[in-house]
T-cell receptor
Framework: DAGITQSPRYKITETGRQVTLMCHQT?????MFWYRQDLGHGLRLIYY???????DKGEVPDGYVVSRSKTENFPLTLESATRSQTSVYFC????????????FGPGTRLTVT | QQQVKQSPQSLIVQKGGIPIINCAYE??????FPWYQQFPGKGPALLIA?????SEKKEGRFTISFNKSAKQFSLHIMDSQPGDSATYFC???????????FGSGTKLNVKP
């Protein structure tokens, strides 16, 4: 049972480049989320998805794009990376019914130089 | 504007002590209040959660106290152990999409 995985785990990119962070979950959860974690800010929601082909903005969506063509995948793309997007990115998923619990992936540490 | 405010930012206690972490919120539509524990290099993991119709919930050594009228909730760790050293996040959410609003985190260090 793989659960929720993220790739790559570490990424260094240059300012202006496009980079895509991948998230895959094996539970068929309806909801998926992308957060960024920065010191002093906790986790802030970037985008979320309630189902395949349904996405919406969170607290800090600027500079990011998401898609969800399949229930199990939720990639996050930085179209033109900036240094302010250096962060640790977490993907999470939760089921539609029952507990609100969100299950988090191991994170991707992204450095933009 | 931060929806959930968490304090303190860091906390040091001796083994066996009872660290207390506090959170406050404004949005009365919130109906689920979880606490997440995060170890270095790992993703956050659910520790314990409470709904606003309950004033206290215990799971093992972890207790949430909830004060609906004050819009505050707190995490107490009884008989703390060095293995409890981690960063703790409170959060709040409301339907329909269960979006979480996280506090800024508390780094706990339990000294042997």
């Amino acid at each position: 049972d793989a659960g929720i995985t993220q790739s790559p785990r570490y990424k260094i990119t240059e300012t202006g480049r496009q980079v895509t962070l991948m998230c895959h979950q094996t539970w068929s959860h309806s909801y998926m989320f992308w957060y960024r974690q920065d010191l002093g800010h906790g986790l802030r929601l970037i985008y979320y998805s309630a189902a395949a082909d349904i996405t919406d903005k969170g607290e800090v969506p600027d500079g990011y794009v998401v898609s969800r063509s399949k229930t199990e995948n939720f990639p996050l793309t930085l179209e033109s990376a900036t240094r302010s997007q250096t962060s640790v990115y977490f993907c999470a998923s939760s089921d539609r019914v029952g507990s609100y619990e969100q299950y988090f992936g191991p994170g991707t540490r992204l450095t933009v130089t | 504007q931060q929806q959930v405010k968490q304090s303190p930012q860091s906390l040091i206690v001796q083994k066996g002590g009872i660290p207390i972490i506090n959170c406050a919120y404004e949005n009365t539509a919130f109906d689920y209040f979880p606490w997440y524990q995060q170890f270095p290099g790992k993703g956050p993991a659910l520790l314990i959660a409470i709904r606003p119709d309950v004033s206290e919930k215990k799971e093992g050594r972890f207790t949430i106290s909830f004060n609906k009228s004050a819009k505050q909730f707190s995490l107490h760790i009884m008989d703390s152990q060095p293995g409890d050293s981690a960063t703790y996040f409170c959060a709040a959410s409301h339907p329909p999409f269960n979006k979480f609003y996280f506090g800024s985190g508390t780094k706990l260090n339990v000294k042997p």
